[in-house]
């Protein structure tokens, strides 16, 4: 199982922006799908980003369309999620995870490893 933890995230006000970052274990950080999932008070995990292992494509659910970017540097087995005119509706816990296996996937369960999450607050 992979190791994941995440860092960055924080108390930002509206509009602002905020940028978390995830650092895995291991050496076969590259050929890992990676994903951003949240979850907010009372309300289920949910999918915000995943990137693919190779050709970097990208995904992304439709309320962070355009305002969040995933990207990844294998270098540093480290997947990022940048973060741009946040919204109090963001405000949440955000988790890393990775995929081991061949595919990317928008669900929870296509995802085998996790981290233990960062706290977002966007608050005025």
């Known amino acids: 199982q992979v190791q994941l933890v995440e860092s960055g995230g ?7 922006s905020l940028r978390l ?17 949240r979850q ?4 289920e995990r ?14 992304y659910a439709e309320p962070v369309e355009g305002r969040f970017t995933i990207s990844r540097d ?7 999620l940048q973060m741009s005119s946040l919204k109090p509706e963001d405000t949440a816990v955000y988790y890393c995870a990775a995929r081991t296996t061949i ?18 607050t966007v608050s005025s």
């Open 10 to 16: 924080g108390l930002v006000q509206p509009g602002n």
């Open 40 to 43: 907010a008070p009372g309300k």
């Open 74 to 80: 294998n270098a540093k087995n480290t997947v990022f």
């Open 103 to 120: 595919g990317v996937g928008r669900a929870a369960s296509d995802f085998d490893s996790w981290g233990q999450g960062t706290q977002v």
């Open 46 to 59: 949910e999918f915000v980003a995943s990137i693919s292992r190779s050709v970097y494509s990208t995904y």
């Open 21 to 37: 970052s995830c650092v895995a274990s291991g050496r076969a950080f590259s050929s890992y799908a990676m994903g951003w999932f």
